[in-house]
């Protein structure tokens, strides 16, 4: 047994002396040096008479202290002078003291070499089969240097500004630096996988023909739910495609799958899904038999995203659609117009994703096509006519929505300041005007109760339409 050995296994020997080194130690490797006072707050009788023993001295009965350099000092005069406190810290605990400063260079560089290595391996994927073989491909397919190129990009701003998925690199990076990389390298694989280095959707952004979310993930990480909401795959890959359409991250699961869609990703084709009246859609092979079926019928329908991925276009009765927030309503002038020839919509309040994919259909169907919206009025329902406004510039009427419509809607349901300040970035001028009145008045209006007007306006238009066909 070597004199050092020897030395650290007289102190570990006495347990009074186990929290005097634990001290010790922190004092060193926050200075990085034999140097500092260590005080022990209401110290034991047993660690108090220990250090007076071992420095030759006495110590106050509340407050135990001393300073590194005293304690070195007094090993100094020991049988063991020759060892220094750091190797006697060093064998005491059985391994090398690093001080805190000397530990974050080390830290700091090692993340370094991290963020340098993913860099650098991006680079040379145009040489690897790594993007190719996680595909199904041996051959470098026309995405690939563009996905690693996007990759590169999105490293270096997350590296930089320290943002854009750059925490959560590092969570990952804390567990595992192989695991973090190869978190890297998955969001390298779905950019090729998905084509996101080509042109992302048409009108409105909303892009249609995609891949699902889950075959995504079970093809770049083998694991069909590794890009869920939740993971750090689906989170990383969120702030990419955010990054691509300078969006803000989602705040929660509708903006999630609006974020995804845009950009030919398909969370869930069969949830999102739209209300419709008299609606023709194109395939290629000619209008859709199903939706011929219940226009034929006078039925409303339920149309989601799968069905109309197989749609080029859709059109309507008129070139007016009309669109309306609320369920009920929807229903009812669909029964008090069937047998006429018009169109109608039921978004069922915050528009999904195949809404607005059947507004451009219809917008590609009919460049002369116009949809006028009629909500709730209160401040959810003019967020939405606005968002749906924002959509489609030029080709939205907001409908029964005046100041005048809501002095007759107006209900007993009061209106939280809280909720107000969701109208403070209305543009349209009616809504504005609206938006004024719910200030006032601090109650919500419903468009339940304009059935009859807006059925009203509807037949009035009919009747319009028909006098010119025939002047």
């Known amino acids: 047994m070597s004199s050092r050995e020897e030395c650290a296994l007289y102190f570990k020997s006495q347990p009074e002396y186990s929290r005097i080194f634990q001290e ?12 500092g006072k ?26 135990i202290a001393f300073s590194l350099g005293e304690f070195e000092k007094a090993l100094g005069e020991t049988k063991y002078g020759h060892l220094s406190l750091r190797e006697l810290l060093e ?22 070499e991290f963020w340098d290595g993913l860099e650098r391996e991006m680079e040379e994927a145009g040489d690897r089969k790594g993007l190719r073989e996680e595909a199904g491909n041996e051959e470098k397919g026309p995405g690939e240097d563009a996905a690693c190129e996007e990759v590169i990009s999105w490293l270096r701003q997350m590296r930089e500004q320290k943002n854009q998925g750059y925490a959560t690199v590092m969570k990952e990076y804390q567990k595992s630096e192989e695991s973090a990389t190869e978190r890297v390298w998955e969001i390298a694989r779905c950019l090729k996988l998905c084509g ?36 750090t795959a689906g989170t990383l890959l969120s702030y990419v495609l955010c990054r691509r359409d300078g969006s803000e991250f989602p705040e929660n699961a509708r903006q999630w799958k609006e974020l995804y ?7 869930d084709e069969l949830s999102s899904t739209v209300a419709a009246f008299n609606i023709h859609l194109m395939t290629e092979e000619g209008l859709h038999p199903a939706y011929e079926g219940y226009c034929l019928r006078q039925e409303p329908c339920i149309i989601s995203l799968a069905n ?9 009765e008129s070139k007016r659609v009309y669109i309306v927030e609320n369920e009920m309503v929807f229903s009812e002038l669909a029964e008090w117009l069937s047998g006429n020839p018009v169109t109608l919509l039921c978004t069922s309040g915050q528009p999904r994703t195949a809404a607005y994919r059947l507004m451009e259909l219809l917008c590609e169907g009919d460049e002369g096509l116009s949809f006028w919206y009629a909500g709730d009025m209160d401040p959810e329902g003019l967020d939405i006519a606005q968002r749906i406004g924002d959509s489609f510039l ?5 409908w029964r929505m005046s100041g005048a419509d809501y002095e007759k809607a107006i209900s007993r349901e009061t209106v939280s ?13 009616v809504l504005k005007e609206t938006a004024k009145r719910i200030r006032e008045q601090k109650r919500a209006g419903y468009q339940e109760l304009l059935i009859g007007e807006m059925a009203k306006d509807i037949k009035e238009e009919i009747q319009r339409m028909e006098k010119s066909s025939f002047a």
């Open 196 to 231: 996101l280095s080509g042109a992302q959707g048409q009108a409105g952004g909303y892009g249609w023909q995609g891949i699902r979310l889950a075959v995504l993930a079970a093809r770049a990480t083998g694991n069909p739910h590794a890009l869920d909401r939740q993971s």
């Open 308 to 316: 109309l991925a197989c749609a080029r276009k859709a059109f309507g």
């Open 261 to 267: 869609e845009r950009n030919g990703i398909w969370v």
């Open 417 to 429: 300041e809280r909720r107000m300040e969701m109208m403070r970035n209305l543009t349209i001028p």
């Open 91 to 112: 064998e005491y605990f059985g391994e090398p003291l690093v001080g805190n400063q000397e530990r974050r260079q080390q830290k700091q560089s090692r993340e370094k």
């Open 24 to 35: 010790m130690r922190k004092k060193w490797e926050s200075l990085g040096r034999t140097a």
């Open 394 to 398: 030029g080709r939205v009427r907001i």
């Open 38 to 63: 260590v005080t022990l707050i209401k110290g034991t009788k047993e660690e108090r008479k220990a250090l007076e023993r071992f420095l030759g001295r006495a110590m106050e009965k509340e407050k």
